[in-house]
């Protein structure tokens, strides 16, 4: 029997500690996160291996290793109000809501969003919706910052359009297995943006390279 403790302090140890996370709240939120509580029982003991790990067909949550590099990238502030894009079942959203004011927790499967609700049910920090994952909800806009979990083609406009001044995009761009994770910032209508690490996760599917998208 997996001892979930144990394998979730070794995720931070070997993980998260090791890859450039200096901030500590991060380090906290992961410790204190029960990652295999988000994963279908099948894959409980594979939770906190250094990757992803599938949902359901075609979804994932994503390793810990490049969530926790993520976040650390978005610079989040307890001030903050985040959308998540792809919240899948809500770790990412639980271990977010650690750090910010609150967050929205976007997803487009029903199925997947019901568990989530499930799961953070009891955390006023964290409302899940459901919607078009590539339209972001601007009802909740704008937002301080915006996480996407998972590779996408492209960052659609819509997307920046929802931003506050100042604002952060955080996803991994790319067509391949291996993407960029990128950030740009949205700061007086201008935007100025960076490559910071090559990252190999999953796609999140209803994204794709329009003509229309900003592409990092």
Known sequence: MTDFAVARHNMVESQVRPNGITDHRIIDAMAQVKREDFVPEGRKAIAYLDEDVELKNGRYLIEPMAFARMIH??????????????????????????????????ESDPELAGL?????????????????????YPAGAPYDVIIVEGRIAAVPQVLFDQLAN??????????????????????????SSRAAFD??????????????AFVF
Request: glycine fraction near 14%.
């Open 73 to 106: 990238l978005a610079l989040i502030k307890p001030t903050d109000r985040v959308l998540v894009v792809g919240a899948g079942t809500g770790y990412g959203a639980r271990v977010i809501s650690l750090l910010a004011k609150s967050v929205v927790a976007l």
């Open 199 to 212: 990252v190999s996760i999953a796609a999140l599917p209803g994204f794709a390279a329009e003509k229309a």
């Open 116 to 136: 989530a609700r499930g799961f953070l049910a009891g955390d006023a920090g964290v409302e899940v919706v459901e919607g078009s994952l590539a339209e972001g």
């Open 166 to 191: 100042e604002g952060r995009i955080v996803a991994a761009v790319g067509n391949t297995d291996v993407s960029k994770m990128q950030i740009a910032t949205l700061a007086d209508g201008h935007r």
